[in-house]
Nanobody, 119 residues
Framework: QVQLVESGGGLVQAGGSLRLSCAAS????????MGWYRQAPGKQRELVAT???????NYADSVKGRFTVSRDNAKNTVYVQMNSLKAEDTAVYFC?????????????WGQGTQVTVSS
């Protein structure tokens, strides 16, 4: 079982910055990749960014150049630095990971943290 706990959401003005963190805990043999998805009201959950244990990253086109995903493998923690935030970035942000536990490789999700960007 893997638990993902997010922190760092909140309210920010357009053009501002926020940093989200997500720490993984529990019993697992490996965790790869880690990353972030988001879901705005009335919309489907969408990719924000992911990062592999080797540091390879994947970003949604809408956040390229503004968001930076990183991870601390020793702490099983993933971060996303969000700069130049826009009103359309308002959403619940979910931490994501794929981890190897006793049932094999499975997907895990955090509870979500609200990010609200005021225009």
């Amino acid at each position: 079982q893997v638990q993902l706990v997010e922190s760092g959401g909140g309210l920010v003005q357009a053009g501002g910055s926020l940093r989200l963190s997500c720490a993984a805990s529990g019993s697992f043999l490996g965790i790869n990749p880690m990353g972030w998805y988001r879901q705005a009201p009335g919309k489907q959950r969408e990719l924000v960014a992911t990062i592999t244990i080797g540091g390879s990253t994947n970003y949604a086109d809408s956040v390229k150049g503004r968001f930076t995903v990183s991870r601390d493998n020793a702490k099983n923690t993933v971060y996303v630095q969000m700069n130049s935030l826009k009103a359309e970035d308002t959403a619940v942000y979910f931490c994501y990971s794929r981890a190897l536990a006793n049932l094999g490789w499975l997907d895990y999700w955090g509870q979500g943290t609200q990010v609200t960007v005021s225009s």
